[in-house]
């Protein structure tokens, strides 16, 4: 059963639909990704999941059951505008928000030390928010967001003001807490940031979704049988017109595209016969294409 | 309950921690101070810095009434024989610094009624009223002396009449006890101004703290783990709680200071009777047919159990409109500036609630009072001066009825402007928009 299930979820705002129909199962322990265009509507379901608003019609399931209140401590969320108390101390600041979301007082201070330690923020302990860096302040919040070890994160757009170095540090946290167990969603329209990442992921335009499935899946659906080749020699690789088409070459290397019907296993066994094959690797398209071309094709 | 709880300890603590609130909590008191005890201070030091001021005063009359103006502290007035030819400025420079001024009551100052001070000094008001004073008997006296009536100042005396207007109530079982309106509405009037002040000061306040929290956009995820509702009311009991500290210290502060104040420089720290000879005899004349005991019986009088508690829940149901109203309106817009537009709708109906209330003390029983303490919006100002006069009981509970009636309506009205409002950023909101929030 998945852990999140959204059913037919609509929401109306001043008459224009944010949602329409949106449907999407999230299985436990997945890293799942949101995607979507600015404006599409991913945020308006984030709100839905967390309860902040109320789905106009449809039910979001948590676990088989019908949400109430007091699954907000099962969640975790990291929204894309970030925001804290400035003038509160770090410590105050995490486990205050760690008490809204139920923890013990005791139990707060005792996990935001570790947390602390692990993000090199123990000398920041009592210090005022404002006087830590962004990126510091970043990492404040990610332990406000999971210090709770919610089962749900909800992550929107989580790479976004991190430097390289900390965004890595940032998804490998994220990794070991799937490996705990915990159920992520990722909301995000920048398809390089999760590619890597998500399992499965959903796709909304405007207010519908379009696309869904295990990122593996979706990539061999919408491949182009594109391969890149390359030989010994300084002889370029000819077109074959039976099995496959150049796309473009480079020195003794090349693109190639197979035609409809053609084996690999034959296209391989002929250039091996007329050249020496030093490699051939399958070109899967990037979430990114897929996510462009998707939307073209709709708004078309 | 927990969480509002938890939300309640964070704003309270976020505005108590404040170096803003501190200074302004310590320094209030000390502000309130000064100003009342200036006026006594300076008193003190005039009254020690040395030598009195000498006036010549030059009676054309040849009726001694020189002698009439009698030395004060700080002035000695010494009487010269008249010259009329001379003028005023020859005395004055003959006497080479000696004299500060020169006085002159004119031969016919009975018709006239006029006299005069010639000075390089600016003459004080305590100073003219007291010359006025003093001349004002002597004249008054040699007037009626004039008539040659036989006994004529005996009859004018006891021809005065001066009636001072005793009220006595009965009490539930008609036993008689006097009552004391001029307390009761001091009292009155007092927390009548306490409940607009905190209103305006702390709803403010709640509305500068709701328009923080949505800059700098911690509300997204403080309302992923609470209701809106919850943060909105954990603010205004927060802030709420913040400013019953800030009044307690402050009425603990004024009144250890004003005592240390009046021990110090030894006199009454009210300004108005030492600035004011007048008053001052007013006070002792009334004092004569009052006594004090009098006084102290009207001020035990006042029903403080019946008074004080009507305060609490008029305080409470005012405090509870007026800062869910701040609450609903700042949730509405980005910014403290883009607010007035909402704001300044209610703080005139407060300022109106005011004046009513002031109005209120010249007729407590009249229409205006009369609706005005039924008015939501303006009872909880307007009633705190009619309670003295014994309200009755249906206007009392209408009123409360009401008052609490709309503070709930409003909560729940300015809880769903709120749940919206904070979630939305970089929209110009219209009264349109927030009516359709309501809906």
């Known amino acids: ?300 | 309950m927990n969480r509002l709880w938890l939300i309640v300890q964070r704003e309270y603590f976020s505005i108590v921690g404040k170096k803003s609130f501190i200074i302004m909590t310590i320094l209030m008191p000390f502000i309130i101070v000064l100003i009342g005890a200036i006026p006594a201070a300076i008193a003190y030091f005039n009254d020690n810095s040395g030598e009195a001021e000498t006036y010549s005063v030059i009676d054309e009359t040849g009726m001694n009434y020189a002698a009439a103006i009698t030395d004060i502290e700080g002035y000695h007035f010494a009487p010269l024989s008249g010259d009329s030819t001379a003028k005023p400025r020859e005395f004055y420079d003959k006497a080479g610094g000696a004299i500060s001024g020169v006085i002159i009551i004119p031969k016919n100052v009975i018709q006239d009624k006029k006299i005069t001070i010639y000075s390089e000094n600016t003459i004080s008001p305590g100073l003219k009223s007291h010359i006025n004073t003093c001349i004002n008997d002597t004249l008054t006296a040699a007037k009626i002396a004039s008539f040659g009536v036989p006994d004529l100042d005996k009859m004018m005396q006891e021809a005065q009449v001066d009636v001072s207007v005793n009220s006595v109530r009965w009490d539930d079982n008609g036993n008689e006890e006097k009552s004391s309106t001029e307390v009761a509405t001091i009292l009155g009037m007092m927390l009548s101004l306490l409940t607009y002040m905190f209103v305006l000061m702390y709803g403010a306040m709640i509305m500068n703290s709701v328009i923080e929290e949505k800059t700098n956009r911690i509300v997204e995820v403080v309302v992923s783990s609470c209701k809106p509702f919850q943060l909105m009311m954990g603010k205004i009991i927060g802030v709420g709680l913040v400013g019953l500290t800030q009044f307690l210290i402050w009425v603990v502060l004024v009144i250890a200071l004003g005592t240390l104040f009046s021990l110090i420089f030894g006199i009454s720290t009210s300004p108005q009777v030492i600035g004011d000879p007048q008053a001052m005899q007013a006070i002792t004349a009334q004092a004569q047919e009052d006594t004090m005991s009098s006084i102290m019986q009207s001020i035990l009088s006042v029903n403080y159990a019946y008074v004080l508690s009507c305060f609490v829940l008029y305080f409470i149901g005012g405090y509870l409109l007026y800062a869910s109203l701040f609450a609903g309106f700042g949730s509405a817009v980005d910014e403290a500036s883009e607010a007035s537009q909402f704001t300044t709708p209610v703080i005139m109906l407060m300022i109106i609630a005011l004046y009513a209330g002031i109005a209120c003390v010249e007729n407590p029983n009249g229409q205006m009072a009369v609706w005005c303490s039924i008015i939501p919006f303006t009872s909880p100002v307007v009633m705190m001066v009619r309670l003295p006069y014994d309200v009755p009981g249906w206007q009392l509970l209408l009123s409360i009825l009401l008052l609490f009636a709309t503070a709930t309506l409003l909560v729940w009205v300015s809880a769903r402007i709120y749940r919206t409002g904070i979630l939305l950023y970089g929209k110009k909101t219209s009264i349109r928009d927030i009516i359709r929030w309501i809906r």
């Open chain 1, 1 to 300: 059963m998945p852990f999140i299930q959204v059913k037919d979820v609509v929401k109306q705002y001043d008459g224009h639909k944010a949602l329409d129909c949106v449907s999407m199962d999230v299985p436990q322990g997945c890293i799942y990704g949101l995607l979507g265009p600015n404006g599409a509507g991913k945020s308006s379901l984030i709100r839905i999941i967390n309860m902040i608003s109320e789905p106009d019609s449809g039910e979001v399931l948590l676990d088989g059951q019908k949400m109430t209140t007091n699954d907000i401590t099962k969640i975790g969320y990291l929204p894309e505008e970030r925001g804290l108390y400035k003038k509160m101390k770090v410590c105050e600041e995490i486990v205050y928000l760690a008490r809204l979301k139920g923890m013990s007082k005791r139990d707060a201070y005792e996990e935001m030390d570790k947390w602390l330690a692990r993000f090199d923020l123990t000398e920041w302990r009592n210090r005022k928010v404002e006087t830590l860096s962004k990126g510091m302040q970043q990492k404040v919040q990610f332990i406000a967001t999971v210090i709770h070890r919610p089962q749900l994160l909800i992550f929107d757009e989580p790479f976004s003001g991190f430097d390289p170095v900390n965004a890595e540090q940032l998804k490998q946290e994220i990794l070991a807490l799937r490996d705990q167990g915990a159920t992520i969603l990722f909301s995000t329209h920048n398809m390089e940031s999760v590619e890597s990442v998500c399992e499965r992921i959903t796709l909304i335009n405007h207010a519908k979704v379009v696309l869904e499935g295990k990122v593996t899946e979706i990539k061999q659906s919408h491949k182009k049988h594109l391969y890149n080749v390359a030989v010994e020699g300084d002889r370029p690789i000819d077109a074959n017109d039976e099995l496959f088409a150049i796309n473009s070459t480079r020195g003794a290397s090349a693109q190639i595209r197979l035609k409809e019907g053609t084996s690999v296993h034959d296209t391989i066994a002929w250039l091996n016969t007329n050249y020496t094959l030093t490699a051939f690797n399958e070109i899967l398209p990037s979430m990114n294409e897929i996510f462009i071309e998707t939307v073209k094709k709709l708004n078309a």
